[in-house]
């Protein structure tokens, strides 16, 4: 039965009135159970898309499914299948904290003893307790940011759609935050989740699509996606203000200049050629301290979209 | 039906928690022109002739209905938009009949007390002796809907938050000084009581009137037909404003 709620997006093209094309032929497929990251800079079109999913937008032309329910033809049965936390913050100034995620499963359909548990379950999980009686509006940005994740998982539907769900989230609780996301999938959810935080994204999704320019350009699993850098490590030096990158050593298999940011990747053979070469362009005073690590999703990302993850 | 009547309440009591900040301060502030109205008119007579203190003291009342209905939800949907909350509140799976009729049983429960107050400050200050009849409620239900179904249109239909702001303040300027609700539509120009008889505002106030001091109001008939198109006029803009996607 599970493959009944196989989420689907068939060739979706939104083109806006002014003529801005934000999605361009985009097809993929998420199964129930499955967390599937949606990456790509600012103005990629992540967030368009998911809009188009949940009915606020339409597309101009493509299909989005649900099982056997047209999402597009349908926005009602959408709205019901589908919960959705958006990249603004959610309207809880009046709320305290656990009324919120209360009245919000009520508001879902959910049952009242059902969903009181559930509401303790998560704000127990997500660790914010000490604001569970505590109005929206004293609230900081990541404890509403956390409150809202739990108003859209407290009674979800088939598919939860996180728009950047960690935004202002302290690293502890975004610990925390990443595991119910699992624990979405867990349950046999779909989850598609926006984000252009890579190294966060990585470590939470079974699949990623990777969308810049409004087109999907890559997808695949995390380990698929790095593939292509197996055997690599990462060197990143920090070019100091007023100066330029030093020249590039053959052995740099790829570069990437974001800021004062340059990114390399070499092999594992290269590693004491590397240090030497970072180390001489510090005592020449063109960096200003160099790391070495081993390569990760956001190297095989910034090759695909030119950005790094911490521009967007 | 059942899971409609769930979805109307579930979302009235959301309604309620979420501007239950907000609320009294918007009653006490239609209170306030409600009885700042009847007793501010007065101040302009000696002696107010009997009949201009009909006109304001069942005038004023449908001022406090139709002004909940027209600032209430583009104020508050303006600042949903600003802050970037409007997509969630219409991501929720309530349908937007459900919400609207939600809506509409709020800005009653805002509306009505100050209404009353109103009467009852006029009783106090003019000894006007209502002769209240069961057309009320349908009166005052379908004044009260086409002032928020109106107020709806403008807010949704509008979706710059700015304009929809001026439009909501500008159709309020407009119900004060150039419509007959307070004075009779012969003080107007000929030419403005003929246009007033095609906009919503003077016969809200004649339907009402007539349900509360009978014999003092003329058209009738025509005055509900006259507000329930509006009423319906609205609720098809407020159907396309909701039903549309970008």
């Not at chain 1, 699509?209 to 593939?227: C, Q």
């Not at chain 2, 583009?74 to 802050?83: G, I, S, T």
Request: proline residues 5%.
């Amino acid at each position: 039965m599970a493959d009944d709620w196989v989420f689907r997006a068939v060739d979706v093209t939104k083109v806006y009135p002014n003529g801005i094309r934000a999605n361009d032929g985009i097809s993929l497929h998420v199964q129930p159970g499955e967390v599937y990251g949606l990456l790509g800079p600012n103005g990629a079109g992540k967030t368009t898309l998911v809009k188009q999913v949940i009915g606020l937008l339409k597309p101009t032309s493509g299909r989005i499914t649900l099982g056997g329910h047209d999402l597009v033809a349908d926005p009602s049965a959408a709205r019901q299948l589908c919960s959705y936390l958006p990249q603004a913050q959610v309207p809880i100034d009046s709320f305290r904290a656990r009324e919120a995620i209360v009245l919000c499963g009520r508001v879902r359909g959910g049952d009242r003893a059902a969903v009181s548990r559930r509401a303790d379950e998560l704000i127990e999980a997500l660790g914010i307790g000490e604001w569970r009686d505590k109005r929206g509006i004293g609230l900081s940005g990541g404890v509403k940011r956390l409150v809202g994740f739990a108003m859209v998982a407290v009674c979800p539907g088939r598919v939860v759609i996180l728009d950047e769900p960690t935004n202002d989230v302290d690293p502890l609780r975004r610990r925390l935050l990443w595991d119910q996301v699992r624990e979405l999938g867990n349950r046999g959810l779909a989850v598609l989740l926006v984000t252009h935080n890579v190294l966060e994204a990585e470590k939470a999704v079974d699949r990623l699509a990777v969308i810049d320019g409004g087109r999907l350009i890559a997808e695949g699993t995390p380990s698929a996606m790095k593939a292509n850098d197996r055997g690599s490590l990462r060197l990143q030096l920090m070019i100091a203000p007023g100066r330029d990158a030093p020249p590039l050593p053959p052995f740099v298999r790829r570069s990437t200049l974001v800021g004062h940011n340059l990114m390399t990747v070499i092999d594992d053979a290269d590693a004491q050629a590397g240090i030497r070469w970072a180390q001489d362009a510090i005592k020449g005073g063109e960096a200003e301290e160099y790391a070495l690590s081993a390569t990760s999703l956001e190297d095989a990302y910034i090759q695909l979209t030119g950005h790094d993850s911490e521009e967007g | 039906m059942r899971a409609a009547a769930h979805a109307y309440w579930r979302m009235f009591v959301w309604d309620i928690a979420d501007l239950r900040l907000l609320l009294p301060v918007l009653g006490c502030v239609l209170t306030l022109q409600g009885a700042g109205f009847v007793l501010g008119i007065g101040l302009f007579f000696r002696h107010i002739p009997e009949t201009a203190a009909v006109f304001v003291a069942t005038g004023v009342p449908v001022m406090n209905l139709i002004t909940a209905g027209l600032i209430f939800e583009p104020q508050v949907v303006a600042d949903q938009r600003l802050r970037g909350s409007y997509d969630f509140l219409w991501s929720l799976p309530v349908p937007r009949s459900m919400m609207t009729l939600a809506w509409y049983t709020v800005t009653l429960v805002v509306a009505l007390p100050a209404m009353v107050i109103a009467l009852l400050v006029a009783v106090a200050r003019y000894g006007i002796d209502f002769d209240v009849s069961p057309a009320i409620v349908p009166a005052v239900l379908l004044t009260s809907l086409t002032g928020v179904l109106i107020g709806y249109a403008i807010a949704h239909g509008v979706t710059a938050p700015m304009t929809a702001r001026l439009v909501s303040i500008s159709l309020i300027f407009v119900m004060f000084g150039f419509s007959p609700i307070v004075f009779p539509a012969s003080q107007l120009p000929g030419w403005l009581a003929a246009v007033n008889q095609w906009l919503p505002f003077g016969s809200m106030a004649t339907i009402t009137r007539a349900a509360l001091v009978g014999g003092e109001a003329a058209g009738v008939a025509r005055g509900y037909l006259v507000v329930a198109a509006w009423a319906v006029a609205s609720a098809l803009v407020v159907a396309w404003a909701l039903g549309r996607r970008r």
